[in-house]
């Protein structure tokens, strides 16, 4: 039985059959519209390792304006069933509400709060704020280190952001994660184009890094070509949150999971 899927975003699956976005302009092969339950087993001997309670990850919140104005750490911890964010030694001098993101994008990007993050909603000013939830265990596959920044905006903001965002980041801080290899031996090989995995693949220095998903493929077939599971091109793929579609790539390398595969949508 494959794994389950989450996103980004709470706790969206991802589906199991591609669809085309446009009619093909040579024959492919029939759109599969069977869902999938059976997936290739991980490899012989991987164990997904589960992060131990503790300290995971930090980031020291520093002003976008370059003053103190807003100040403090994000702490990450990972505690019994899930996983724990706290602001310490917070203190702002922004008037009205703030909210903390996390996104998983630098702290160089533009609009870096507007899309693709988890939101830990309104805070309070000026004081310690433990006890905001990232989730249980289960979120992104047990392991969240795919976030890099944390961020602070405004609630509602008083002013125009000079970039057309939506949301102007007031503070930033780059995450320092401390986690361990999750999923030990996760390699995706390329066993060739078969039918519903008939796309072609990226590759650097002979490895696969990313799939194009193509009309008629379905995830269990295309986890199938690369030895791995459902649930591992999940794992690979965390920001996955809406229906894949022909075109789509899937990312393949674990380094590359996250904002390092996936640019921002506004970029």
């Known amino acids: 039985m494959p794994r389950l899927t989450t996103s980004v975003l709470g706790s969206i699956a991802l589906v199991l059959v591609l669809v085309a976005c446009s009619p093909p302009t040579t024959q492919t092969p029939p759109l599969d519209t069977a869902v999938h339950t059976d997936a290739s087993a991980p490899p012989d001997g991987a164990v997904d390792v589960v992060i131990p309670d503790g300290v995971i990850g930090t980031a020291e919140l520093t002003s976008a304006s370059g003053d ?5 750490t994000v ?3 990972a505690a019994g069933g899930g996983f724990d964010v706290a602001l310490k030694d917070f203190h702002s001098d922004v008037p009205g509400g ?3 993101f996390f996104s998983p994008w630098s702290e160089t990007t533009t609009c ?3 899309m693709y993050n988890f939101s830990f909603g309104n805070l309070s000013t000026d004081a310690d704020q433990p006890g905001l939830s990232l989730g249980d265990r289960d979120y992104s596959r047990g392991n969240p280190s795919y976030f890099l920044t944390g961020v602070i905006t405004e609630t509602d903001p008083s002013t125009t952001d000079p970039d057309g965002c939506v949301l102007t980041p007031r503070a930033v801080g780059t995450i320092t994660w401390d986690v361990p290899d999750t999923r030990p031996g996760l390699l995706a090989v390329d066993t060739g184009a078969r039918f519903g995995a008939g ?3 990226a ?4 490895a696969p890094i990313s799939y194009r998903a193509v009309a008629g493929d379905t995830l269990n077939d295309i986890a199938d070509r690369f ?3 459902v649930d591992d091109l999940g794992f690979l793929n965390p920001l996955t949150s809406r229906q894949l579609q022909a075109g789509d790539d899937l990312n393949l ?3 590359l999971r996250g904002g390092a595969s996936v640019p921002p949508p506004w970029a």
Do not use: P
């Open 75 to 77: 702490v990450v911890t």
């Open 227 to 229: 030895g791995i599971t």
């Open 98 to 100: 703030l909210q903390l």
């Open 253 to 255: 390398q674990v380094a």
């Open 203 to 206: 590759t650097t220095d002979g």
């Open 112 to 114: 870096l709060a507007d």
């Open 68 to 72: 103190d104005t807003v100040s403090g």
């Open 199 to 201: 796309g072609a693949t």
